[in-house]
């Protein structure tokens, strides 16, 4: 492996590692609501559930994010790292510097 790919490697299981603390440490914020209307107010229950979807939302992203790293590890052990999954050209460079797990040249992803 090449010292470019361990630097994307690096990268990409960092970026993994980030977003499982960051899953882990919203656990709280993605359990059911208690809707007991002697509990809170209604507000504070709109609240509460507007922070429940929102941080749902944000564990969808993060889940995403995850695969998208998976695949882009699997291809860097397959030596098919940086070709777009669509063309089959190569990703720029610039492109994965932004992003490490970008499965599509630019050309591809618009």
Same mark, same amino acid.
């Given at each position: ?51 429940? +979807?929102?941080?749902?939302?944000? $564990? &969808?992203?993060?889940?995403?994010? !995850? #695969?998208?790293? /998976? @695949? +882009?590890?699997?291809?860097?052990? $397959? &030596?098919?790292?940086?070709?777009? !999954? #669509?063309?089959? /050209? @190569? ?5 994965? $510097? ?5 499965? !599509?040249?630019?050309?591809? @992803?618009?």
């Amino acid at each position: 492996m090449s010292p470019r790919e361990k630097n994307i490697r690096q990268r990409l299981v960092d970026r993994q590692a980030q977003i499982l603390r960051d899953s882990a440490g919203s656990i709280d914020d993605r359990v059911a609501v208690d809707l007991d209307p002697t509990r809170v107010g209604r507000l504070s229950r709109l609240d509460a559930l507007q922070m429940q +979807a929102m941080s749902a939302a944000l $564990e &969808g992203r993060r889940q995403q994010d !995850l #695969k998208k790293i /998976e @695949a +882009a590890l699997r291809r860097l052990d $397959e &030596g098919e790292y940086g070709d777009c !999954l #669509k063309c089959g /050209e @190569a990703i720029a460079p610039r492109r994965l $510097e932004s992003d490490p797990a970008a499965p !599509l040249c630019a050309a591809c @992803a618009r």
